[in-house]
């Protein structure tokens, strides 16, 4: 299927690695030029010459953190009038409420909710005039189905959820779509961390953590992140211009519920 979006200019967040570096992938080989952004220069340069495949759309990157004022500039300075904003940041980390003090949760609130919303803010006006956006962000399940001990997740992305669904159908009418991603557990370096952070809570290998993990999932597997890149490829895509506001779940079945 052609995606019909061949030639337009996309954002990329968290793209050095992981689900950002999937969605990077699916965009430029749609032909977009896509520009990746991650905080980290060395990782984000591979990644960018990894992505500029031949016969593939152009690649460019901006190293930045996308949580300050001057990381924002800096890509903006470098880059302007995107079609296509991706926005992507790793989860704060677990632990008890008691003990996270403000600074902690506005370092949350700062990767999770208010840096996706200033992307959009600088962003969405020009997709407007121009008749054409596409803003995906990728969140995580637990939107969907709070996970106990990730308060601070729990929080500041539903907090970027509820405004999302105020501000979706305000943009549609002017072809501009603004949905999230909610991803499971999928196969990233990072999901390995954790596996690798609970054998050493718990006594065990990493590999059975991981057994153990994919033994109670419905579908006997991780996601692979080349699934939720082409999911974020087509939501970006001039088919999906009907899908509003939405939260799309890919957790491989692991939600219970009906709704």
Same mark, same amino acid.
């Given at each position: 299927?052609?995606?019909?979006? !061949?030639?337009? $200019? ?41 992505? +500029?495949?031949?016969?593939?759309? %152009? ?10 004022? +001057? &990381? ?38 700062? !990767?999770?909710?208010? %840096?996706?919303?200033?992307?959009? $803010? ?10 054409? &956006? ?9 939107? $969907? ?10 929080? %500041? ?10 501000? +979706? ?33 718990? &006594? ?11 033994? $109670? ?43």
């Amino acid at each position: 299927m052609d995606l019909g979006i !061949a030639g337009r $200019k996309a954002l990329v967040c968290g793209a050095s690695a992981g689900l950002g570096l999937a969605c990077a992938s699916a965009l430029v080989r749609e032909g977009v030029h896509v520009v990746v952004v991650a905080r980290t220069e060395g990782p984000l340069r591979e990644a960018a010459q990894q992505l +500029a495949a031949p016969g593939t759309g %152009a690649v460019s990157w901006v190293a930045a953190d996308v949580t300050s004022d +001057a &990381g924002r500039s800096a890509i903006f300075a470098a880059h302007a009038d995107f079609d296509i904003v991706v926005t992507n940041a790793g989860g704060p980390p677990p632990g008890d409420f008691r003990l996270w003090d403000r600074d902690t949760w506005l370092r949350a609130l700062d !990767a999770n909710m208010l %840096a996706p919303i200033a992307l959009i $803010k600088a962003t969405v006006d020009g997709m407007m005039t121009r008749g054409f &956006g596409r803003i995906v962000n990728i969140t995580s399940s637990a939107v $969907k189905a709070p996970v106990d001990g990730l308060g601070l997740s729990n929080g %500041a992305r539903s907090g970027l959820t509820g405004f999302v669904a105020g501000l +979706a159908r305000s943009t549609v009418a002017r072809g501009v779509t603004i949905n999230n991603l909610l991803p499971g557990t999928f196969d990233t370096a990072r999901l390995a961390s954790n596996f690798a952070a609970q054998a050493h809570r718990e &006594g065990l290998s990493a590999e059975q953590v991981r057994a153990n993990r994919i033994a $109670k999932h419905p579908a006997r597997r991780l996601g692979l992140p080349s699934e939720l890149g082409a999911t974020c490829a087509f939501l970006c895509s001039v088919h999906a211009g009907y899908i509003v506001g939405q939260n799309l779940l890919m957790d491989g079945g692991s939600y219970p519920g009906t709704f």
